[in-house]
């Protein structure tokens, strides 16, 4: 049975690279209907933290994962690995030195091995010095442990990130040692900017966190990490892990650095949005409307609602709702300078002075019903629409782009329209 796992270090935020590991993990068991489970690395006692522990669990859920069996700590296992780098020593295969324990490494052998990204892999026993095992802290090496543990939890694949390629061959050493077959390790390459440099804040955030706070949908993030690594061969982009789990083959995954483009998630997140149902999106539209100082307490759920329904197609990251939408939630909203020539025009004042009386004797406030007002209007007059829909949408949403005017001014309502026009003609 496939049997993989994901093996965080609590000492820092879940990084993109290291979710994308996890969901590929994920997909690989699921897929072969194994078994995906956590090994928590914290043998680093002085970085690791209980806090960044339940950040990267609680990230891991937010993308849609789960695991099998309890997560295995290192911390709990020092004895083990101790007991187990002396039956090295025992065997003659390792010695003592310092307080330290190290694994002799026998020179002019070849290691070699079938990755299941990169093909054949391998390194000269000359080029790798005497291993540690276990410091003269009494904590075991990343290499030693990870043996050790893999071993004890009957782990099949390894699926990880490019920077682990040199410890493979030192790991297989381990379990050649110890007379074991060692699992298949198949190493993802590094997710890069598109500029080609190493991921940082500059390409959009490093951290799964920086994401959920800008207003990412887990499932588009989780979806562009899966495309960061595999596509399926009918060449669909938009999937969430769940739908991929039938679809993925790992003999078909990228072995060329991936490139992370921001404009590639936020389209897939505008896509997710725009399918989220609003009783979803509401919860994390306040908290974005609270992030940006705009009270979001007392604004009723079906208010939110209908004016969701008219932004949720506008929207690539829900942290741009407030911003877009602000003039549904606050009378002291900023006409935008670009658009201010509209409210200027003389001939645009007296349009908007016309259109409010005439709004203002509106029973049915439908935007079908605002719009023939408008439609009138300018037919009367003989001009275009454009000449009274600009000035009017300055005046009751300060931007001279969003939704459509009438939808806009059927959520606004009768009074709030009417009297943002008076108030943009008469100051
Ligand atoms: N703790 C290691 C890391 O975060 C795990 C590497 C592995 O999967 O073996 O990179």
Same mark, same amino acid.
């Given at each position: 049975m496939v049997r993989v796992r994901f093996a965080p270090s609590p000492t820092g935020f879940l990084h993109l690279g290291s979710a994308r590991t996890a969901i590929f993990n994920w997909l690989y068991a699921r897929h072969a209907g194994g078994k995906f489970l956590l090994r928590i690395e914290d043998t680093d006692l002085k970085r690791s933290e209980s806090r960044f522990l339940e950040e990267i669990l609680e990230d891991l859920k937010w993308l849609g994962l789960d695991w099998d069996e309890e997560p295995l700590f290192q911390s709990r296992r020092f004895d083990v690995y101790r007991e187990k780098a002396e039956a090295l020593v025992a065997a003659g295969k390792a010695y003592k030195d310092g307080g330290a324990v190290f694994f002799n490494v026998e020179p002019g052998r070849t290691i070699a091995y079938e990755d299941l990204i990169h093909g054949r892999i391998s390194v000269e026993?000359?080029?790798?010095?005497?291993?540690? &095992?276990?410091?003269s802290d009494g904590s075991p090496t990343y290499n030693f442990s990870c043996v050790v543990d893999d071993t004890h939890l009957g782990i099949t694949h390894i699926l990880r990130g490019d920077d682990h390629i040199s410890n493979t061959p030192k790991q297989i050493i381990f379990y050649e040692a110890f007379g074991l077959e060692p699992p298949r390790f198949g190493h993802m390459p590094l997710i890069l900017g598109t500029d080609g440099a190493?991921?940082?804040? !500059?390409?959009?955030?490093?951290?799964?966190e920086e994401y959920k706070r800008e207003g990412f949908l887990p499932e588009a993030l989780a979806n562009y990490l899966v495309l960061l690594g595999w596509m399926p061969k009918d060449g !669909?982009?938009? &999937?969430t892990p769940e739908e991929a789990v039938p679809l993925?083959?790992?003999?078909? &995954?990228?072995?060329v650095q991936a490139k992370f483009d921001i404009q590639k998630l936020r389209w897939l997140n505008a896509e997710y949005i725009m399918k989220a149902p609003n009783t979803r999106l509401i919860p994390l539209v306040k908290s974005q409307m609270l992030a940006a100082g705009?009270?979001?307490? +007392?604004?009723p759920d079906n208010y939110l609602s209908k004016v969701l329904d008219l932004y949720k197609i506008r929207t690539?990251?829900?942290?741009e709702f407030p911003a877009m939408t602000d003039c549904f939630f606050r009378e002291d909203f900023v006409y935008e300078a670009e658009g201010k020539m509209h409210l200027e025009k003389p001939e645009s004042r007296e349009y908007l002075r016309l259109l409010a009386d005439r709004l203002a004797g509106l029973?049915?406030?439908s935007h079908a019903a605002i719009e023939a007002v408008f439609r009138e209007f300018a037919e009367e007059r003989g001009i275009k629409a454009g000449p009274v829909i600009h000035p009017a949408r300055m005046a009751v949403? +300060?931007?001279?782009? +969003?939704? +459509?005017l009438f939808e806009m001014m059927e959520v606004l309502g009768r009074e709030r329209v009417v009297a943002r026009m008076r108030r943009a003609v008469n100051g």
């Open positions: 026993t000359e080029t790798i010095k005497d291993q540690v &095992m276990i410091k190493k991921l940082s804040k !500059r390409h959009g955030g490093v951290s799964v !669909r982009e938009v &999937m993925f083959e790992i003999s078909e &995954m990228n072995d705009l009270a979001a307490t +007392g604004v690539k990251t829900l942290s029973t049915d406030f949403s +300060g931007k001279t782009k +969003g939704a +459509g």
